[in-house]
């Protein structure tokens, strides 16, 4: 089968690797263009790892600013493919787009749909604590991630697990799951209905993360901002403020975990206890374990570090 691959960030590496092993014919790569980052220093490319596994294998590759202009679609058409696969590329296809491959294309999506449908269904799903999640690999559409479900395989998320070491595990279960929608769509007549049909009703957000998701509202259990912190990292980390002089000050919770229930007389956000083991910061219930910080513009330190040049103590808040 001919293959056009589109994808720009990490996830679609280990399955861009396993086509390129296959015996089907990858014949060049769309990815997203360059996005300079501007500073005092003249501007650099954001990295691709995508684009840059391709050129070692000397693929073809194709950068165009809308895979839907006219002239993007034109060059599809002209390759003659059999199926477009889409992972991790960051722009929606249009109906003349996948009508240039003769299958249309599948998109291989780090979630079990109809869930979590958008850019970060890994960090949202954390951050929800889901107990499970999973890859789905859909027929596309043009609607976001709302075609038919070809392929769906299932996984635990652990208790600590965070956004990092999910992601690295769902990239590697997506190969055999793109391989399996490969085989499905190679016995298919091209004309009658194929996959399972999503519902609507079941279907949840995953929208693209922001710098401000990150910060912590104390009013929320332990557990959830510890779901939280595990679900942003390693963008946009989680934070809260604390008070020095007459200065707040930014200060990301790098390493948490829930404490040992405790009474906290105490009131959410405020430091509830100290002794030589455990710093633990009151929230709406049970309190949060603080491991290790991050002062804005220091070095992520221990936080019996960071309690030494601040003198917090309890009753204090952060929040």
Known sequence: MRILMM??????????????????????LVTRPPRPIHGRRASTPSSNPMRDLAEERGLAVTMPASINDASAVAELAEQAIDLHIVCDYGQILSNAALATARLGGINLHASLLPKYRGAAPINWAIYEGEPITGVTVIHMTVKLDAGPNLVQLQTDIGETEDAIDLEARLAETGVSAVLAAIGQLGNWNGQSSIGEIQDPQQATKAPRLKKKDGRVDWSRTADEIFNQVRAFRPWPGTYTEWQTGKKTMRLALNEVEVAAPIDLEAAPGQIGFIDRSQTVVACGK???????????????MPVADFLRGSRLTVGDSIG
């Open 7 to 28: 994808g720009t960030g990490g996830f679609a590496i280990p399955t861009f690797k396993a086509l390129l092993e296959s015996e089907h014919e990858v014949v060049g």
């Open 286 to 300: 049970g309190g949060l374990r603080l491991i290790q910080v991050q002062p804005a513009g220091k070095k992520p």
